[in-house]
């Protein structure tokens, strides 16, 4: 449950965060860190706005997302700490519950009828299916090293003690803080400031959502973002740290993944449409290394 309650609590600051960073790397002011929080509760109290040719689908769509972003969030675990639900193999439904709410929004896309919103639900699945197997390879790797199959018992049992080992905290943070940036339809995948329709891969996916289906969508972005960085939070909560200890680290992860995201989207230059499989792809090469060291660990290989 103290899970729960941290992730909500960093989902309230970790956008704003990213934006508070750009704005001061571009030389500007720009807004509160709870800006984004503000913008999503004015959008909460208002009513949404439904086109004549849209069915059940599309109004289904924003709420079966959240929820599946909600769901996965109560698999992550914290420190030796289990999750509000946990079993052997959590992380592999953990995965495929994203799933099903990134299906309903893609489905609920298609339901619009809209040939952009087609182009982004088709870019917006490619992504997720190419993005996969890097998830798979880092938490089977690391199912590998301790013997557990599921997030609790795997983040309970990881403790780093050689070059090797640090290295792989290292790769598996990055791999993961980039599964965030693809999943979140974050540079330099795709571009949320841009307004052209035939770059944008997941705000076309949305132009027909608002008030409060809109609010649940971009509050599912937060929840996301804030989710993957309680997964690198976890490869630092070892068995052994107090409570007083491991909070202070979680919310340290937190703040600094944000920032880390804000400069990066500050200076790394948004890819052309037909690059992003390839630096999917790359990742998913980068994951391999991680089950190598694994292997190297485990004295599979000499």
Known sequence: MLSLILIIAASFVFTGIIIRTKSLASGRMGPGIMQPMKDIWKLL???SVYSE??????KLAPLVYFASVVMAILFIPFGNQRGVL??????????????????FSIIGALDTGSSFEGMGAAREALYSML????????MGSFALL????????????LHFGSYISYAIGVLASGILMALALIENSRMPVDDPKTHLELTMVHEVMILDNSGFDLGLIMQAVNLKFAMYGALVANLF???GYEIYYSIPIFIGV?????FAIGVLESFWARFRMNHNPQFILMITSVSLFI???VLLMLGKIV
């Open 45 to 47: 109290r208002k009513g």
């Open 53 to 58: 040719t849209t069915s059940f689908i599309f």
């Open 86 to 103: 946990s079993f052997d193999g959590d992380f592999v439904f953990f995965a495929y519950v994203l799933a099903l709410g990134k299906f």
């Open 131 to 138: 993005v996969e197997p890097a998830f798979f390879l880092v």
């Open 146 to 157: 301790t013997g557990y199959t599921s997030f609790s018992g795997i983040f309970s049992a």
């Open 237 to 239: 909560l070892t068995r």
């Open 254 to 258: 937190q703040i600094l993944m944000a």
């Open 291 to 293: 089950f190598l060291g």
